[in-house]
């Protein structure tokens, strides 16, 4: 059974700060991971996604995997308020699926 | 921007009913997926579907839950006989074989 937690409670961070979350895993087979956001009552949107041990970045967004330590993390640089949502990291596993954590809630305080 | 498009964005039943979940994945791609998600809970995985089979399915997906192809376009989610338990947020993706776009997902309510 794959494992995805997603521990700490809601984030609360100032506009134009940085927001880190952070989410850790079961499988020390699993290979990729994945970032998406979700506003209340939406899909998930993809952000990013990382296979490779390190950092990965995209615009204000940079993911970090660390493969011997089993955890995945999401940082997001200058906070918007339109950043403040649920993110979600979720394991790529088997034949195409994915394995979510629960979520850490953002709110980015103007 | 190429979109997963699903019809109902809500739907109401009462237990005991079948309901259908439609889809229109994007055209190019090749895997299609439905998960759902219960209010407050994970987002979870139902079933994959690859070159018009099933290709893995959960847990979740007994012998309620079906998927159909019927169409060059559209995936159908039926879930037979509902039960209250079922009322969650559904959501499609579809993915080339990377990463997955969801389509903005059908709330089922069971009363």
């Known amino acids: 059974q794959k494992e995805v937690e997603q521990n700490s409670g809601p984030l609360s961070v100032p506009e134009g700060a940085i927001a880190s979350l952070n989410c850790t895993y079961s499988d020390r087979g699993s290979q990729s991971f994945f970032w998406y956001r979700q506003y209340s009552g939406k899909s998930p949107e993809l952000i990013m996604f990382i296979y490779s041990n390190g950092d990965k970045e995209d615009g204000r967004f940079t993911a970090q995997l660390n493969k011997a330590s089993q955890y995945v993390s999401l940082l997001i640089r200058d906070s918007q308020p339109s950043d403040s949502a649920t993110y979600l990291c979720?394991?790529?596993?088997?034949?195409?699926?994915?394995?979510f954590g629960k979520g850490n809630q953002v709110v980015v305080i103007p | 921007e190429p979109e997963v498009t699903q019809t109902p964005s809500h739907q109401v039943t009462q237990m005991g009913q079948e309901v259908i979940l439609r889809c229109v994945p994007i055209?190019?791609?090749?895997?299609f997926y439905w998960y759902r998600q219960i209010l407050g809970q994970k987002v979870e995985f139902l079933v994959s579907?690859?070159?018009?089979?099933?290709?893995?399915k959960s847990e979740i997906f007994d012998d309620q839950f079906s998927v159909e192809r019927p169409d060059g376009s559209n995936f159908t989610l039926k879930i037979r006989s509902t039960k209250l338990e079922d009322s969650a947020m559904y959501f499609c993706?579809?993915?080339?074989?990377?990463?997955?776009?969801f389509g903005s997902g059908t709330r089922l309510t069971v009363v």
């Open positions: 055209s190019n791609h090749l895997y």
């Open positions: 993706a579809s993915s080339p074989g990377t990463d997955y776009t």
């Open positions: 579907f690859y070159n018009n089979e099933i290709s893995e």
């Open positions: 979720a394991d790529h596993y088997g034949n195409n699926r994915l394995a």
